[in-house]
């Protein structure tokens, strides 16, 4: 998008980033939940955000739906919406890393190059890639929501699995198969992730060499 303001300036503040990290004894960073509408997203980032926030670490999720309340209510479901969507999306969890939060992002974010979008305002390990794969099939046997059965009848347009595409990711640093594995399983899958690449310490009562 371009830029439409002028005569603005980027004002550095006195606090860095390391010093907010040394802070929250943690380090800032995105992971961007993407899969089909009942793929599981929204689940697994509740549960991932409260086992860290148990775990006494500062962990914030960002909702596709609850984005759209605020933020984001000025936008529909086109392609130009829903890239927009993203891309405003993908600010405010840049700003969060830079916060030193782990931000939790789970989104439909249908197209790659929206994602790829978001993935370029970051450092490179600052985001975090996680395919939250179901089949259109499953999905729509869980369908919470009931939006596919009101996409099957034409109630609603540009439906992602339905008349809308969803391009996979290619390459995305976490796969989680939710016809494999529980929701439970799959936060914990996240949280080690997290542990191992070093962005919370080690579990308490872990045993130490």
């Not at 916060?99 to 939790?104: H, K, N, P, S």
């Not at 939250?132 to 439906?159: C, W």
Request: charged share 30%; aromatic share 6%; with cysteine.
């Amino acid at each position: 998008m371009d830029q439409k303001a002028t005569n603005i300036t980027w004002h550095p503040g006195a606090v860095t980033r390391d010093d907010r990290q040394r802070l929250l004894r943690q380090r800032g960073v995105t992971l961007w939940l993407t899969g089909l509408s009942a793929s599981g997203k929204s689940t697994i980032a509740t549960l991932v955000e409260k086992r860290l926030i148990d775990a006494g670490h500062l962990a914030y999720r960002l909702d596709g739906d609850n984005v759209r309340h605020g933020l984001n209510r000025n936008l529909g479901f086109s392609a130009a919406d829903r890239t927009e969507n993203i891309r405003r999306i993908g600010e405010v969890a840049k700003l969060f890393a830079d916060a030193g939060v782990i931000c939790l992002a789970s989104f439909i974010s249908p197209y790659r190059a929206d994602r790829d979008a978001v993935r370029a305002l970051h450092a490179p390990s600052d985001f975090v890639e996680v395919y939250v794969k179901a089949s259109v099939e499953a999905a729509e046997r869980r369908d919470p929501k009931g939006l596919y059965k009101k996409a099957r009848a034409g109630e609603i347009k540009n439906f992602t699995g339905i008349d809308d595409p969803y391009e996979a990711p290619e390459r995305p640093e976490v796969v989680i198969e939710t016809e494999r594995v529980t929701p439970d399983e799959a936060a914990a899958l996240l949280v080690e992730f997290l542990r191992q690449g070093g962005y919370i310490g080690p579990a308490e009562g872990a045993a130490h060499e």
